[in-house]
């Protein structure tokens, strides 16, 4: 079979997939699981950048999505006007004695040498920490006191919500920036543990900066870049539309609120997935897969490895941004706890590799598809686990168990996808196409 029709053919099941959930479930279910199917994929697109391309180890992704929620939250919520006057000035001076902390550590390093380089540093440190705490603390602790029950945080920008998906692209490249020039050069498992690392510090610092985010307190209520239920409920054109095609117009106006966000969604999976694969059949992309294949002969043709690294690292972390900001949109709230490693990096992974590394196609396939037997893992699971264990009789312990024991074949599922994937299709359902590893070296070279 052809790598097109390949392609068609595994599309086409998932979407009779999709149909079927709509056709024996509910089409709001099916729309539900589109669009966290769309995000996975675009999530799963940001991965492949980075391992597909360049063969980047990176297990933070949660972090680089939590910064896309923080994003939706900084851009869409309307400024706390209150907490600016108590403690605004106060985390203005602090933000500014950090850059002036960063700019003294910076001029002493290139001033001295040596031991006096190590001792001025540490001690330009220390006291650009001490200044810094001096304004910080009772900035926080006067914004985090004003009207704690509703507010308690900053706020944010108070502009429409889907400027945040672009602003979540930025703080997660931004981001991706900092902590790639300080690990990019690690192994590719002490990246891995850096990466999860920082991720994780990331989290920490959302759930307990309560100024910032109201920590695990959630900011709830986001504005909508779509219409509202209860106003399309009263608008006459929406009765009228309701009416022609005899729908409830309660259960219809959910309905077309998911549609509307299915059609945002999938125009930003359209819009990455047509610029990522004109990245990947490039000179560019060529060359970072000859990276990718064989390091040091790229570098002997005076490629600047680490350099690329860090441009593609870059980049897959914007594009997980973008989704994490789009997710916080879909969701309505920010709520850091629902930030897991399960979630949000190895679903992903998983996603990546089953659909087939280093193909955007197969990426967003496996988006689509392990999001959908993520979801319906648990219902198909108890349906089935009721019906064998339905000659036992409804007192049996043991079917009692067995049915509670249901919600336990997500992860089984995802495990035993995964050794199958990895035992029949190491490459994927859809694997990489193009030519052998010393063909992209040789276009690489000439190319670039």
């Avoid at 910080?136 to 920008?157: C, H, M, N």
């Avoid at 897991?340 to 992903?348: A, G, H, V, W, Y």
């Avoid at 590394?357 to 496996?366: D, E």
């Amino acid at each position: 079979m052809s790598q097109r029709m390949r392609i068609v053919v595994l599309y086409g099941i998932m979407a009779a997939l999709l149909l079927v959930v709509g056709v024996f479930q509910s089409w709001n279910l099916a729309i539900t699981i589109i669009n966290l199917c769309l995000i996975s994929a675009i999530m799963a697109l940001g991965v492949n950048i980075q391992w597909g391309y360049a063969g980047i180890f990176n297990v933070g992704i949660m972090g680089f999505a939590a910064l896309g929620g923080l994003a939706a939250v900084v851009v869409s919520m309307p400024p706390v006007m209150g907490a600016w006057e108590v403690g605004g000035a106060g985390i203005g001076m602090a933000f500014l004695m950090l850059v002036g902390t960063v700019a003294a550590v910076y001029f002493v390093r290139r001033h001295t040498t040596g031991n006096t380089r190590f001792w001025a540093t540490i001690a330009t440190s220390i006291v650009g920490y001490f200044v810094i705490r001096y304004f910080y603390d009772p900035a926080v602790d006067a914004i985090e006191s004003f009207d704690a029950a509703r507010t308690g945080y900053l706020g944010g920008l108070g502009l429409p919500i889907i400027f945040s998906w672009i602003v979540g692209g930025v703080f997660a490249a931004a981001a991706a920036w900092l902590i790639g020039k300080i690990a990019l050069g690690l192994r590719a498992d002490y990246l891995a543990i850096a990466t999860l690392g920082i991720s994780e510090i990331i989290i920490a610092i959302l759930k307990n900066e309560e100024w910032l985010t109201r920590g695990v307190k959630n900011v709830s209520g986001l504005p909508r870049p779509v219409a509202y239920e209860s106003g399309l409920q009263q608008a006459d054109w929406f009765l009228n539309l309701s009416a022609w095609l005899g729908a409830n117009p309660v259960i219809f106006s959910t309905l077309y609120v998911r549609l509307s966000y299915a059609i945002l969604f999938a125009i930003v999976l359209i819009i990455i997935m047509w610029l990522a694969e004109r990245a990947l059949n490039s000179p560019w992309g060529r060359m970072m897969r000859a990276i990718r294949d064989n390091r040091d002969a790229a570098e002997a043709m005076g490629k600047d490895v680490k350099g690329r690294h860090l441009q593609v690292f870059i980049l897959g972390s914007a594009v997980v941004g973008v989704a994490g900001a789009m997710l916080t949109t879909l969701d309505g709230q920010l709520t850091p706890g629902q930030y897991n490693p399960l979630r949000f990096t190895f679903l992903i992974w998983v996603m990546v590799i089953v659909g087939g590394s280093g193909n955007n196609w197969g990426a967003v396939l496996g988006g689509f598809l392990i999001w959908f037997l993520w979801v319906e893992a648990e219902p198909v699971g108890a349906w089935l686990m009721n019906q064998l264990t339905m000659p036992l009789g409804p007192g049996s312990g043991l079917r009692a168990h067995l049915l509670d024991a249901a919600p336990y074949m997500r992860p089984l599922l995802m495990g035993v996808i995964l050794l199958l994937v990895l035992r029949f299709a190491p490459k994927g359902l859809i694997p990489e196409s193009g030519g052998s590893p010393p063909t992209a070296a040789k276009k690489a070279a000439v190319e670039t």
